[in-house]
C-alpha cells in the first residue's frame, strides 16, 4: 500500500461484508514515504494478519464505531518491531517487541504504532469473534496490557500462528481452526492467570491438578487405570492426589469418565471413524465392556450411541443408516 493507493485500499482488510475486523480511523503520522503492507491468512473463523509499516500509524475506534459497527471481535497483537501504544478508558499502555497485547471492538480506544530505529514497524495480529474465548478470558483482563511472548504459551501460540500464516492455504482450513482453538484456550487461561508482576499465578496444587490431567489424558484409553497408578507416576501419595483434586472441586473417577466419554462422543460423528464398530471404539476408549459404554453414554447424552452416531453421520452426509450390531 502506498501513498498513491493507501485511501482506496485501506478498507480491503476487513473482509466481505466488513466482518473480518472492526471498523476505526486509520490515520498516518507522517505522509512522506508512505509503504504499508497488510497480509492476510484464514484458519477458519480466525484472521491472521502481518502488518508491515515505514511510516507510523494511529487507529482511532470511537463509540460511534462501535454503535454502527456491532461488530464482536476480540484482537492479539503480537509485536516484533517498533512500538504500540494503546490508549483506553481503562489506562494507557506501551507494547514493545516480543510483547503481545489484547483489543475487543466493543471498548473504545486509540492506538499509535511507531516505528524502530531502522524505521520498520511490523506487528502480527489473529483476529478472533469474541464469543470463542468468553470461557476462558472473560472481562477481566486488563486491555492494551503488554504480557510477554519470549517464554511459555505465549511464546509456542507466537511461532505456531506465524507457520500458518506462512503455509497459508497449504493447510487444511478445519486442522487450522482446530489447532488455532487450541492454542486461543492456552494464550486465554495464561493471560487471565498472570498476576501484577507479570509472573503466572500457579500455585503447587496447581501444577499437581495440572500433572494428574495431564497422565490422565495420555493414558485414559487403558481400561485399568486407577488413582494410584496416576498418584505414582506424578511422585505423590493416594491421600494427597485426592486432596488436590477435592480443593479443585474435582475427582478422579470424574477426569476419567469425562474424557472417556467427551472422546467416544467425537468419535461417534466423526465419518472418518465410521469404520470402527461401537463395541470398538468403547473398547478404544477404556471401557472393558460395550455394555457398560452403552449405559454410560446414554445417561451421559440422552441417547444409545447407534442412534447418536447414525443421527449425526446422516445429517453430516445424508447416507442411510449405519448398521452396526451393538446398541
Request: with cysteine; proline share 3%.
Amino acid at each position: 500500500m502506498t501513498n498513491a493507493n493507501y485511501e482506496s485500499r485501506r478498507f480491503e482488510f476487513r473482509g466481505e461484508n466488513n466482518t473480518e475486523y472492526y471498523d476505526g480511523d486509520l490515520e498516518l503520522l507522517s505522509t512522506r514515504d508512505v509503504d504499508i503492507r497488510i497480509e492476510k491468512s484464514l484458519a477458519g473463523e480466525y484472521g491472521i494478519y502481518k502488518e508491515t509499516s515505514r511510516v507510523g500509524l494511529a487507529f482511532r475506534r470511537s463509540w460511534s464505531h462501535i454503535r454502527n459497527d456491532k461488530t464482536n471481535l476480540t484482537v492479539f497483537w503480537f509485536l516484533r518491531r517498533g512500538q504500540i501504544t494503546i490508549s483506553q478508558p481503562g489506562g494507557r499502555y506501551v507494547v514493545n517487541p516480543d510483547e503481545c497485547a489484547v483489543t475487543r471492538s466493543d471498548k473504545a480506544l486509540y492506538m499509535e504504532l511507531t516505528p524502530d530505529a531502522d524505521g520498520v514497524m511490523e506487528v502480527m495480529h489473529v483476529v478472533v469473534p469474541s464469543h470463542k474465548l468468553y470461557a476462558v478470558l472473560g472481562d477481566n483482563v486488563e486491555l492494551g496490557r503488554p504480557f510477554p511472548t519470549s517464554t511459555g504459551d505465549l511464546f509456542l501460540a507466537e511461532r505456531v500462528f506465524s507457520l500458518l500464516f506462512e503455509q497459508d492455504d497449504q493447510v487444511d482450513p478445519a486442522t487450522a481452526e482446530q489447532l488455532v482453538d487450541t492454542l486461543l484456550a492456552d494464550v486465554g487461561r495464561t493471560i487471565a492467570g498472570l498476576s501484577d508482576n507479570g509472573t503466572r499465578r500457579c500455585s503447587i496444587a496447581d501444577r499437581r491438578v495440572a500433572d494428574i490431567t495431564r497422565y490422565i489424558n495420555q493414558h485414559f484409553a487403558n481400561p485399568d487405570l486407577n488413582a494410584k497408578m496416576v498418584a505414582d507416576s506424578c511422585g505423590i501419595s493416594l491421600r494427597y492426589l485426592c486432596h488436590v483434586l477435592k480443593k479443585s472441586d474435582l475427582s478422579f473417577s470424574h477426569l476419567v469418565w469425562e474424557r472417556r466419554m467427551t472422546t467416544a462422543h467425537d468419535w461417534l460423528k466423526d465419518a472418518k471413524m465410521q469404520h470402527h464398530s461401537i463395541s470398538e471404539i468403547a473398547y478404544l476408549v477404556g471401557f472393558k465392556s460395550s455394555a457398560h459404554f452403552s449405559r454410560m453414554f446414554k445417561m451421559r447424552y440422552g441417547v444409545a450411541p447407534r442412534e447418536f452416531r447414525n443421527s449425526e453421520l446422516e445429517a453430516a452426509s445424508g447416507t442411510a443408516e449405519i448398521d452396526d450390531t451393538v446398541n
